[in-house]
Structures are given as structure tokens and as C-alpha cells.
């Protein structure tokens, strides 16, 4: 008894380019959410009427009645199209980002042949064992731009444990049969990894985790980045940006032509066996990536390697008491870091040992380390990201920044609290 209505149609009319038939081969949904209602408010950011549903209360443990809309906008980047199933609450934060305030902001993000950085360097390549990949198709030096991609699809994770399967399965399909047809059938045509309803083995296979909100932990399905390959010792890393609503993909280290372009799905900083879990679980794989697949005793150094980056970073990150030889721990962070071919997430260890040459007032040590910092941050989060501008800022006059000769005294001091929050070094 599916229902060809509500996924065929939109409820105001508007005829889908969906044919009833396309979901029947696609997917094992087969009834509509229940209790779905048209959205009341005012949805002229939309080019359909959103439709919603509202949780249960739980009053014994304390919880509201949530509510959780499919949201589209055809037009959205250049008419690729984006839908959302989030909550009333978590889209008023988006319309608000410059990428939807004023569209022109983002024109030509998903161009990828005319658009400001030319044609792609790479091209698509089948691998035996992992399927479709993306492979340099020209050289590539550190901190060049790959790729830039709009997400066609966002869902709000909150959804899962307070929406029933059987209604949020349909309300995702509902949202996926929403997108312009060109955006879903690049979408549908993602691997699924792990079986079961194929929108949920795309979530789980592709999602990239955003926040929207600072509380709200969002997936963002992205098309074409989601065809690079893992390696826990990548030579890209992505990052995103939600004022642009745009993820980027950067070269971290001299890629060949024919060399594949890979990006970390795990965290990089955790030992062997941790990293195997991770990618057995989230993406049904056991990873043989460069480092992985070495003999024991040098994977046993590199865990080695990796609990003095964790113990070192915990010293760093205390600012309450004296530590003598910050700049010595600071610098050996930085070779850590590189022995281990963690080249993006460096950019840490570089501002660690800005902020030590800072506190004892080493002024070119500072500049020197800042402007490390600032190049390596700019490939992790981003020219614009917080972070970022403060290292410029204290690398242009590090005399006036926060941590210059800032002392901490022998029994704790409260003013450290200003540069802990200020630090990334504890990951
Ligand atoms: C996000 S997709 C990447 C693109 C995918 N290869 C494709 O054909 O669309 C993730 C899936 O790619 C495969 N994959 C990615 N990296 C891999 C690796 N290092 N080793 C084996 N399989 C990998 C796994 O099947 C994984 O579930």
C-alpha cells in the first residue's frame, strides 16, 4: 500500500519528476510517515511545502515534543538543489548563513568546469576491494584546491532514537525523491556498504558530520566528495564550512599524477587497532592504507609515536602550571607529527609551539611558528575559521596578542582559562 501521493506528489500539487516505480526498485519504504502534516508556517524559502512531524513527549524522562520538517530549495547553488530534515529551530539558524541570505555569494561553488579553480585534478578510477576512487590526474603541491561541493542532502542525527524507523525512513525518502532530479540521481547512485533500506546504507556509507547549531549534530551527504577513498596517512583533507554551506577538499602534501586522492575517515590520532574498528564499522571495511598494512613492530612504533602526541598535548593544554620546557615539548609535537605523515592536523603543533615561544616573549620564534600555524590552518578549518585569524593576528604583532609573556604562577591561574580555550592542542 504505498502511498504514490505523498512521495509522487508534492501535497501542493507540485508533480514530482518521480515515478512511483523508481521507489519500488529502490527502496523497501512502503508507507507513508504517520501523523505527517503539511508545514503551517510561512515556507517561501522553499520551492516545496515542507512537510513535518512532531516526537511523542516523554515526560518521565523529560522531553518535548520535537519537530522534524523536509525542507527543499531547488534553486539552491546554481538550481543543484538542497534538502534538509532538521527542525523548524535548526533551519532558522541556516536561512540566515550568507550561502542563503544572498545566493550569490556561493555562484559557481559546484562548477566544476568553469568554476574559479578549473578543471578537476583527478579522474574517476575503479579499484578492486574498494570500488569507485579519485585519482590525480596532474601534480598537486601542499595546500592546493581539490574539489568544493555544495551538500544536496542534510539530516539531523537528533532524529535518530526519537523518530520511529518506520517514520523516518519514509520522511528521508521523502526528502531524497524532493531534490531536482539530477542532484538525486547523483545521490542514489552512492555505495552502500552495509545493506538493509538503501537511503539508510547511504546515510551510513557517505554521511560528513557538520554543526549547524552548536548543539545540533547534523549529516551532510556530498556526492562527489564522497568517492575519495580512505587512508588513515591521507594526502587531502576536507573541511566545512557552514557560512558558505560548502565543504573543501585540499592537497596536504605533493600529489603525483595517477596517484589516488585520499582522505582520513577516522581520526588519524588514534592506535591501529581503534582505526580498524572504525572503518570495519562505519563503513564495513578493514583498512589496508599505507600504515595499516606495515609489519608489526613498525605499527607498533607508530601507536607508540601516537601516545606521546596524546601525552605531550595534555601538558601543553595545562596552563596551570609552570611547564619549563614548553617550547622543547612543543617542537618535538611538530616532529611526532610529521614522522607520522599527519600533515593537516600539524597545524596544532604549530600553534602549540606559537603560543610557548609566545608566553616567554621569543618574538621571532613566535612570528616563525604563527605563520606555520596560519598556512596549516587554513588547510584544516579554513582562512575565515576563528582560529586562523587569531594566529594571523598574533604573527603580523605577536606583542599584542593575548599570550605574549603571559606567566603563570605556581598556584594555578584562573587567566590561563583564556588561552586553553583559546588552543586546539588537546584534539
Ligand atoms: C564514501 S565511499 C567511498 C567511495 C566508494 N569507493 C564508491 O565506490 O563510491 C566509502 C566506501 O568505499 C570503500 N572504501 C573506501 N576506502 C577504502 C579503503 N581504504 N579500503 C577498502 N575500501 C574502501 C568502502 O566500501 C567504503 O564503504
Redesign the pocket.
Known amino acids: 500500500d504505498f502511498d504514490v501521493t505523498t512521495f509522487g506528489f508534492a501535497l501542493d500539487g507540485t508533480v514530482q519528476d518521480t515515478t512511483p516505480a523508481d521507489l519500488f526498485d529502490t527502496t523497501a519504504v512502503c508507507a507513508a510517515p504517520r501523523n505527517w502534516y503539511p508545514y503551517k508556517g510561512d515556507w517561501s524559502a522553499w520551492t516545496q511545502r515542507p512537510m513535518c512531524i512532531d516526537t511523542e513527549p516523554n515526560n518521565a524522562m523529560g522531553v518535548n515534543t520535537q519537530t522534524f520538517c523536509t525542507y527543499a530549495n531547488a534553486n539552491f547553488a546554481d538550481g543543484r538543489g538542497i534538502v534538509l530534515v532538521t527542525s523548524p529551530r535548526v533551519i532558522e539558524t541556516i536561512l540566515k548563513v550568507p550561502a542563503f541570505a544572498k545566493p550569490s555569494s556561493i555562484a559557481g561553488m559546484n562548477d566544476l568546469i568553469n568554476g574559479a579553480f578549473g578543471p578537476p585534478p583527478y579522474v574517476p578510477h575503479v579499484?578492486p576491494?574498494?570500488?569507485?576512487?579519485l585519482v590525480a590526474n596532474r601534480s598537486l603541491s601542499r595546500g592546493e584546491r581539490i574539489m568544493q561541493e555544495t551538500p544536496t542532502w542534510i539530516y539531523d542525527r537528533g532524529m535518530f532514537g526519537v523518530v520511529e524507523e518506520r517514520d523516518r525512513l519514509p520522511m528521508h525518502w521523502h526528502g531524497v525523491y524532493m531534490l531536482p532530479k539530477e542532484a538525486r540521481d547523483e545521490l542514489l547512485a552512492?555505495?552502500g556498504?552495509h545493506g538493509g533500506d538503501f537511503v539508510d546504507d547511504l546515510m551510513r556509507?557517505?554521511a560528513f558530520g557538520a554543526y549547524y547549531t552548536d548543539q545540533d549534530m547534523h549529516n551532510n551527504l556530498l556526492p562527489r566528495i564522497?568517492?575519495?577513498?580512505?587512508?588513515c596517512r591521507p594526502n587531502a583533507h576536507y573541511y566545512f564550512d557552514p557560512m558558505t554551506m560548502t565543504q573543501y577538499v585540499h592537497a596536504i602534501r605533493e600529489i603525483m599524477p595517477n596517484e589516488e586522492i585520499?582522505i582520513n575517515?577516522t581520526d588519524g590520532e588514534t592506535p591501529y587497532q581503534e582505526r580498524q574498528a572504525a572503518?570495519m564499522v562505519s563503513?564495513?571495511?578493514a583498512?589496508?592504507?599505507s600504515i595499516c598494512r606495515q609489519p608489526a613492530d613498525h605499527i607498533a612504533a607508530s601507536d607508540n609515536r601516537i601516545a606521546q602526541i596524546h601525552s605531550i598535548k595534555e601538558k601543553l593544554n595545562d596552563w596551570t602550571t609552570p611547564q619549563p620546557d614548553r617550547t622543547k615539548m612543543a617542537e618535538l609535537l611538530i616532529d611526532l607529527y610529521k614522522q607520522e605523515r599527519l600533515h593537516a592536523p600539524i597545524a596544532t603543533a604549530f600553534e602549540a609551539a606559537a603560543y610557548a615561544y609566545s608566553v616567554i616573549g621569543d618574538r621571532y620564534n613566535t612570528i616563525k611558528y604563527a605563520g606555520q600555524a596560519v598556512e596549516a590552518l587554513t588547510i584544516l578549518y579554513g582562512a575565515d575559521h576563528d582560529l586562523t585569524v587569531d594566529l594571523a593576528g598574533m604573527m603580523n604583532e605577536p606583542e599584542t596578542h593575548r599570550t605574549w609573556k603571559f606567566s603563570v604562577k605556581e598556584d594555578g591561574d584562573e587567566a590561563g582559562d583564556d588561552i586553553v580555550e583559546a588552543t586546539t592542542t588537546s584534539g
Not at 576491494?129 to 576512487?133: A, D, F, Q, S
Not at 564522497?226 to 587512508?231: E, G, I, L, P, Q
Open positions: 579499484f576491494m574498494k570500488g569507485i576512487g552512492l555505495h556498504a556509507t557517505n564522497s568517492r575519495f577513498n580512505h587512508d585520499l575517515y572503518t563503513w564495513g571495511f583498512c589496508s592504507c
